[in-house]
């Protein structure tokens, strides 16, 4: 199970060898934005093939660019340099993602969720308020539910019912250069990490152009692969990092 790839190729192949032997995947969203490998992404997410996969909030976006035209200008350029070199067999990529909703695998009955509850006064992180959690489970009253965007990865348990975030595979905020993921087997959940090597998709970075009007965001974006917080070293995934969460 992976999420949250945000276009780094490196990460997901480096889940995708270690765990070759795999019969099936799940991907619960974030697919290429904002990331500079958003095409080797799409390649390889086409290699992977996953039997349930579900539409995050930046997938959104490749769709509808109109998302994020009121963002700040870095941001703007970024996205639009993404969109414009991105192959266009992303779109239909990006369409056959899926919705929210109840799923089976591996004889599981699982709540599938990307995890945006529209809020950042709803982020489902571990600290989380039980009301968040079960907005996540989307009124159902299943036992196992799945999510992402938040980038920790943990779990999460309310009486019967489980929660699981894998963590994220190409944008981890608590403090380590890793991709994170999880897997089940035989009906039984691990969390799991694996390193790579993070300069292809430095060069990658050093390809985008427009980057070069905003230097500070250049660095600010290299330095939250290289450090592994992702959007910055600083509350709350400083704290989760002391916790001891990947
Ligand atoms: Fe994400
Ligand atoms: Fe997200």
Sequence with gaps: MISDIHGNAEALRAVMQAEQDADASIFLGDAFLSGPQANETLELLGELNPSIAIR???DD????????RGWPAEWVA???WILADLDASAVPCIESLT???AYQFDGLSAYLHHGDLGSRDL???PDAEDHVFDLLGGGSDADLVL???????FMHKIGDRTFINPGSVGQPRCGVLHACYGVFEDGVYEARQVQYDPAP???ALDRIDVLKDFPDFKSWLSAGLLTGYGI???EPWTRYADQGYA
């Design 147 to 153: 999510f992402g965007h938040t980038h920790v990865q």
């Design 78 to 80: 970024l996205n639009e």
């Design 232 to 234: 910055g070293k600083r």
């Design 99 to 101: 919705d929210a909703g």
């Design 61 to 68: 976006e490749v769709l509808d660019p109109r998302i994020f």
């Design 123 to 125: 982020a489902a992180v």
């Design 56 to 58: 995050g909030n930046h």
């Design 201 to 203: 998709w430095l060069a």
